[in-house]
């Protein structure tokens, strides 16, 4: 289990800065956000590498992650900016890498926005990272033990 003084390690995976900064800040102080990749072409080279204990080939200029690289990432959270087929195929990629179980966290591509729900804009990376903290907590409540991708 994860604790301020001993955060789990995340990759979090988004299209915009702007959405991610505050993401990642709401994940602390249970979450770290370790790395952040804002394209599926670098991610997917990326996350194996990462989730096999490595640093990353280029660094993350975004100011988002904290590049802790000194323990491996337990989950790789995508915004809602990712299709389902590309998280499944970085999935697929770094099938393998991890030793510990990993978290794969995306948004549902089935699920409808609920008219009190913000879309991206002012508001929204609050609101995604509220469900994203949700699913991870769920998670992490239940062990940390399974390997799976979990929908939001």
């Not at 080279?45 to 990353?56: A, C, S």
């Not at 499944?88 to 549902?108: Q, R, T």
């Not at 994203?132 to 239940?142: I, R, S």
Request: charged share 20%; with cysteine; glycine share 10%.
């Amino acid at each position: 289990m994860s604790s301020p003084s001993n955060p789990l390690p995340v990759i979090l995976c988004g299209r915009r800065v702007e959405i991610g900064k505050p993401v990642a800040e709401i994940l602390a102080p249970e979450f770290e956000v370790i790395h952040f990749c804002m394209d599926a072409e670098t991610a997917i080279t990326q996350i194996p590498r990462l989730l096999k204990g490595d640093k990353p080939q280029s660094p993350d200029h975004t100011g988002i992650g904290t590049q802790n690289y000194t323990q491996v990432p337990r989950a790789v959270v995508f915004g809602r900016g990712y299709e389902l087929s590309d998280v499944e195929a970085m999935k697929a990629a770094a099938e393998g890498y991890n030793v510990d179980p990993v978290v794969w966290i995306a948004g549902d591509p089935h699920r409808k926005s609920q008219p009190n729900e913000p879309q991206p804009g002012p508001g929204y990376a609050q609101f995604a990272a509220g469900k994203v903290k949700e699913k991870l907590m769920e998670w992490q409540n239940g062990g940390c033990a399974e390997n799976g991708l979990v929908l939001w």
